[in-house]
């Protein structure tokens, strides 16, 4: 039977749904955040939309848990990519009707899900007729259904959303709708629209935050208008938000997408002399700027600049710089690196392991590329066959 014709047929208390997809090779019960756990594991290579929807099922998904957050968007990207909307919709419909689930939360979950399928739609639906359902709308829901909008990219229905729903619906907008709006005009190549909303805080008693002038510096560097960069760091003032590590940190990735590093670099020197102590993110960005500008050398040298700091890399940083570092041919710094990324439990892509693994035997250490095949292959072996036919290419 296909996904549709189960999910048409399926009784609607999921959670009761047999749970030996999630752990095939035992009989012993999981516990919740076993099932989680398994769940989010079998969702990142699962291809198939039925075994998608089962897995779901299985693991009984509820948007309290952070992992099952992590896996209800896993399952959505796949059947959306794979454009399997329907599918979207049955299963998200089946869940209404959880009693465990029957609140605002999943409620808003939902709406923000059916906003990532590009079912904008269906996310209105969901809004519109959730106090049928015997649950209270309040603003946590409106703000849902704006980001969907974002997510979406249907930022002409986020703007009408924004002018009738709060009048239509009794709720009154608070700091996050407004934001959300701000973020939608920044998006849209239409920053400066983003004064008016701040009016329109002002009048409604809403006090702007980090958040609001964040989004705003993210629409003016986007669009390349530095004097309103400059203004919307002044208005900081006016309204007393500080100039925090969030703040530097979207500068700095703003001015490193713009092909800046140097003066993004000029920012965390900044920091350094006020006593702010950068993060990941912040070393994130520059490391990736100055890659993408053709500089592995300084992005070398930030990565152990962070070390040194104390500042743990998180895998993407990892991977960003092994990748780069194969792609200039630097093969010997990018094992050391992979090294410490995979004792980590962190791996690469399997084009850029690939990449590594051609790249050390065209230097002759073709040792310590079979090493880090036997690794892969020890963590994946799904891909095992893959792998093989690698192995077998290089120098015997």
Not at 147 to 170: N, Q, T, V
Not at 178 to 192: L, R
Not at 275 to 301: D, F, Q
Request: proline share 3%; hydrophobic share 40%; aromatic share 10%.
């Amino acid at each position: 039977m296909s996904v549709f014709g189960r999910l048409r047929s399926s009784s609607v208390t999921c959670r009761y749904f047999s749970t030996s997809i999630l752990n095939p090779n035992s009989s012993a019960s999981l516990t919740s955040k076993e099932k989680s756990r398994a769940a989010l594991a079998l969702l990142k290579s699962e291809k198939s939309p039925d075994r998608i929807i089962e897995i779901c099922r299985a693991a009984a998904l509820t948007p309290e848990s952070h992992l099952d957050r992590m896996s209800f968007s896993i399952a959505i990207s796949s059947l959306s990519k794979s454009k399997h909307f329907e599918a979207i919709r049955q299963f998200l419909e089946e869940l209404k009707d959880r009693g465990d689930l029957r609140n605002e939360r999943f409620f808003s979950h939902a709406i923000v899900l059916y906003g990532q399928a590009g079912m904008v739609h269906e996310a209105i639906n969901t809004f519109n007729k959730i106090e049928e359902l015997g649950v209270r709308r309040t603003v946590k829901s409106l703000n849902a259904l704006l980001f969907s909008c974002i997510l979406a990219k249907d930022f002409k229905e986020l703007k009408r959303i924004y002018i009738d729903f709060p009048r239509m619906y009794g709720l009154k907008p608070d700091v996050e709708t407004y934001n959300h709006v701000i973020k939608a005009f920044s998006e849209s190549g239409s920053a400066s629209s983003a004064y008016s909303v701040l009016t329109e805080m002002d009048k409604a008693g809403a006090r702007p935050n980090s958040t609001t002038f964040s989004n705003m510096l993210n629409g003016f560097y986007n669009e390349r208008k530095f004097e309103d960069v400059e203004k919307v760091l002044k208005l900081m003032d006016a309204y007393k938000v500080s100039r925090g590590l969030s703040i530097f940190n979207v500068r700095i990735q703003n001015l490193c997408k713009l092909k800046k590093s140097d003066e993004a670099k000029e920012m965390l020197d900044m920091m350094l002399l006020r006593g702010l102590r950068p993060n990941c993110i912040t070393y994130s960005h520059l490391i990736h700027g100055y890659c993408k500008e053709g500089n592995p050398g300084e992005a070398k040298m930030l990565f152990k600049d962070m070390r040194k700091r104390g500042i743990s890399p998180d895998s993407e940083c990892y991977f960003t710089i092994i990748y780069f570092l194969c792609e200039s041919s630097d093969f010997e710094a990018a094992l050391s690196i992979c090294k410490e990324c995979m004792e980590k439990g962190w791996f690469p892509s399997f084009s850029t392991m690939k990449s590594l693994v051609n790249g050390l035997a065209s230097i002759e250490k073709v040792v310590e590329a079979k090493e880090i095949i036997k690794r892969v292959k020890e963590k994946f072996s799904n891909n095992v066959d893959l792998w093989n036919d690698v192995e077998a290419s290089l120098p015997q």
